[in-house]
């Protein structure tokens, strides 16, 4: 097949060696992806942390195709449509209790942004305006967006952007190889870290600090995964301030883990919750705020003809969304798909993740759930150049991994079998064999 690929300017991609050497996607179903000549690939990675029940699942396909046909959009500012409200009621069946509001974005990013406003928002509808400053930590990602990449500690994602928002700060990134590497699960050392918020609150003030916002499992800045007691200390200090906490579940959230939500998983329950991607299974873009009764409630005073927050996007709760995703929960429920990241499969996952020790520039392997993280040691000089010819590697033997800088991040489809999970580490083994 030719095809002109000049004219699109992709997303995240080393856009010249891809038109050099292209990785094209045709047809997928299942666990695996097909390229055009006819080629499987099996989909180690859930497309991108989202097609969490596998792909082209009948029932949201079905639910999709009936959607477009009876109602294509639906304005919603001032104006309603049915899916939306069953959506939001089955979505809050599944969340930690209190969480039980939601507010519908188009992404993860706007779903970051519009949990940083509410945030801010919220404490100004409560006569505590001066609460304006937002916390993130360092190597998290929240989204590329002006707020996302503020309180994000991605250095590539940040330095090319000019000085980003004003009045945010970050407390430190929990990842210690010193102490921590090839832990199980979460690592037993670093709990402490939750208390460099203190050290923030001892320099701003709380009263000047809207809200702290974290990834209970950082994924795309190679799978960091909380120490214990870290969030729950987290979530100690916040409430001793009065400073809400934000868990940004875009890869967490829907089963990743092996419980609906890593909140859940965690037993730390946020005032505020992002999510995305498997919100819809990856089918039609959406993604949502989940928040706390209180920080709804907050808003809902004064005349009632007025709007109560003003926020919300064209495609808020788009008909097709809303269809895909209650598809998609149908499916995750007739399938246990959001428990079954845990017990026996999650065990036999991280055995296999493991045994990958000992091999060729492994420096670190990381699991919790069905995620993965494979940490290499970089070549001199060219950080991610290492991690990057092992996917080129497993494309070429037909397996589709994701790499952030020098780290192997794997997030397979809940579906996955054994045979799967043997094919895509042992595929990574022989990879990792043959590098540089
Ligand atoms: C934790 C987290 N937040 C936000 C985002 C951004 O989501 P989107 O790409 O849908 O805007 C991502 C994407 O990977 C993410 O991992």
Same mark, same amino acid.
């Given at each position: 097949?030719?095809?002109?690929?000049?004219?699109?300017?992709?997303?995240?991609?080393?856009? *010249?060696?891809?038109?050099?050497?292209? /990785? %094209?996607?045709? #047809?997928?179903? !299942?666990? +695996?992806?097909?390229?055009?000549? $006819?080629?499987?690939?099996?989909?180690?990675?859930?497309?991108?942390?989202?097609?969490?029940?596998?792909?082209?699942?009948?029932?949201?396909?079905?639910?999709?195709?009936?959607?477009?046909?009876?109602?294509?959009?639906?304005?919603?500012?001032?104006?309603?449509?049915?899916?939306?409200?069953?959506?939001?009621?089955?979505?809050?069946?599944?969340?930690?209790?209190?969480?039980?509001?939601?507010?519908?974005?188009?992404?993860?990013?706007?779903?970051?942004?519009?949990?940083?406003?509410?945030?801010?928002?919220?404490?100004?509808? *409560?006569?505590?305006?001066?609460?304006? /400053? %937002?916390?993130? #930590?360092?190597? !998290?990602? +929240?989204?590329?967006?002006?707020? $996302?990449?503020?309180?994000?500690?991605?250095?590539?994602?940040?330095?090319?952007?000019?000085?980003?928002?004003?009045?945010?700060?970050?407390?430190?990134?929990?990842?210690?190889?010193?102490?921590?590497?090839?832990?199980?699960?979460?690592?037993?050392?670093?709990?402490?870290?939750?208390?460099?918020?203190?050290?923030?609150?001892?320099?701003?003030?709380?009263?000047?600090?809207?809200?702290?916002?974290?990834?209970?499992?950082?994924?795309?800045?190679?799978?960091?995964?909380?120490?214990?007691?870290?969030?729950?200390?987290?979530?100690?200090?916040?409430?001793?301030?009065?400073? %809400?906490?934000?868990?940004?579940?875009?890869?967490?959230?829907?089963?990743?883990? $092996?419980?609906?939500?890593?909140?859940?998983?965690?037993?730390?329950?946020?005032?505020?919750?992002?999510?995305?991607?498997?919100?819809?299974?990856?089918?039609?873009?959406?993604?949502?705020?989940?928040?706390?009764?209180?920080?709804?409630?907050?808003?809902?005073?004064?005349?009632?003809?007025?709007?109560?927050?003003?926020?919300?996007?064209?495609?808020?709760?788009?008909?097709?969304?809303?269809?895909?995703?209650?598809?998609?929960?149908?499916?995750?429920?007739?399938?246990?798909?959001?428990?079954?990241?845990?017990?026996?499969?999650?065990?036999?996952?991280?055995?296999?993740?493991?045994?990958?020790?000992?091999?060729?520039?492994?420096?670190?392997?990381?699991?919790?759930?069905?995620?993965?993280?494979?940490?290499?040691?970089?070549?001199?000089?060219?950080?991610?150049?290492?991690?990057?010819?092992?996917?080129?590697?497993?494309?070429?033997?037909?397996?589709?991994?994701?790499?952030?800088?020098?780290?192997?991040?794997?997030?397979?489809?809940?579906?996955?079998?054994?045979?799967?999970?043997?094919?895509?580490?042992?595929?990574?083994?022989?990879?990792?064999?043959?590098?540089?």
């Amino acid at each position: 097949m030719h095809q002109d690929l000049d004219a699109y300017w992709m997303p995240f991609t080393a856009n *010249r060696q891809f038109k050099k050497s292209p /990785r %094209l996607l045709a #047809r997928a179903e !299942g666990m +695996h992806f097909w390229t055009p000549e $006819g080629r499987q690939i099996l989909d180690g990675i859930a497309g991108l942390w989202c097609v969490n029940a596998g792909h082209a699942r009948p029932r949201i396909v079905e639910a999709i195709q009936r959607q477009a046909a009876e109602l294509d959009y639906a304005p919603p500012f001032q104006m309603g449509h049915p899916q939306a409200f069953e959506l939001a009621e089955r979505l809050v069946k599944l969340t930690p209790p209190g969480l039980n509001k939601v507010f519908y974005t188009n992404s993860g990013s706007e779903a970051v942004e519009t949990a940083l406003k509410m945030a801010i928002a919220y404490h100004r509808v *409560r006569g505590e305006g001066q609460r304006t /400053r %937002l916390i993130g #930590r360092e190597r !998290g990602y +929240h989204g590329v967006n002006f707020g $996302g990449v503020s309180v994000g500690g991605m250095v590539a994602n940040r330095k090319m952007f000019g000085a980003l928002l004003a009045g945010v700060d970050h407390i430190r990134h929990t990842h210690d190889l010193q102490r921590n590497a090839f832990s199980r699960g979460q690592p037993a050392y670093g709990a402490e870290l939750a208390d460099d918020l203190e050290r923030l609150i001892a320099l701003h003030d709380a009263s000047t600090i809207a809200a702290v916002i974290v990834e209970p499992v950082a994924g795309s800045t190679g799978v960091l995964i909380p120490p214990q007691g870290y969030l729950q200390r987290l979530r100690e200090i916040c409430d001793k301030h009065g400073i %809400l906490l934000i868990f940004d579940e875009v890869i967490t959230g829907f089963g990743r883990l $092996g419980a609906p939500f890593a909140a859940s998983h965690f037993g730390v329950t946020p005032d505020l919750m992002t999510v995305a991607k498997g919100i819809t299974n990856g089918c039609v873009p959406m993604g949502a705020v989940f928040a706390q009764q209180a920080v709804h409630d907050a808003f809902m005073n004064g005349p009632e003809h007025l709007i109560e927050f003003f926020h919300g996007y064209t495609y808020s709760a788009h008909p097709l969304a809303c269809a895909a995703a209650l598809g998609t929960l149908d499916t995750y429920e007739a399938e246990g798909l959001l428990t079954r990241g845990q017990g026996e499969l999650a065990a036999y996952f991280a055995d296999a993740v493991h045994s990958l020790k000992g091999l060729p520039h492994v420096i670190d392997v990381r699991n919790i759930g069905l995620v993965g993280g494979i940490e290499l040691a970089p070549l001199p000089g060219e950080p991610g150049k290492r991690a990057f010819s092992i996917f080129l590697d497993c494309w070429e033997s037909g397996v589709l991994i994701r790499t952030t800088g020098d780290t192997i991040a794997l997030s397979p489809p809940l579906i996955i079998e054994k045979q799967h999970i043997d094919r895509l580490v042992g595929t990574i083994g022989e990879a990792l064999k043959r590098a540089a």
